[in-house]
Nanobody, 123 residues
């Protein structure tokens, strides 16, 4: 069992930056792949970034490549998403998720989810 809690969301102007954090608890967190997804009002949940349990296999959704950076600290049970050059279309509820996969971009591959943190980017 893994419990996840996101933080760090807020309101920012276009071009600004935010750093999201995901705090994890539970056994064997380092053995889980972790990802970030987001969901804007009226839209499907969208893959943002993920990494396998072993690390080093980070990949990103096309819409955030070059602007967002995923990182994790297994010793601290923390996952981060550094978001730079934010755009209004990045406005969404951002979720952290964990699962026993190799860093999938499919939300069904993740069994544990946080409650989400809201990011709003004004133009």
């Amino acid at each position: 069992q893994v419990h996840l809690a996101e933080s760090g969301g807020g309101l920012v102007q276009a071009g600004g930056s935010l750093r999201l954090s995901c705090s994890a608890s539970g056994r064997d967190f380092s053995t889980y792949a972790v990802s970030w997804f987001r969901q804007a009002p009226g839209k499907w949940r969208e893959f943002v970034a993920s990494d396998s349990w072993s690390g080093g296999k980070i990949h990103y959704g096309d819409s955030v490549k070059g602007r967002f950076t995923f990182s994790r600290d297994n010793d601290k049970y923390m996952v981060y998403l550094q978001m730079n050059d934010l755009k209004p279309e990045d406005t969404a509820l951002y979720y952290c998720a964990a699962g026993t996969n190799m860093g999938s971009d499919y939300e069904g591959a993740y069994m544990y989810w946080g409650q989400g943190t809201q990011v709003t980017v004004s133009s």
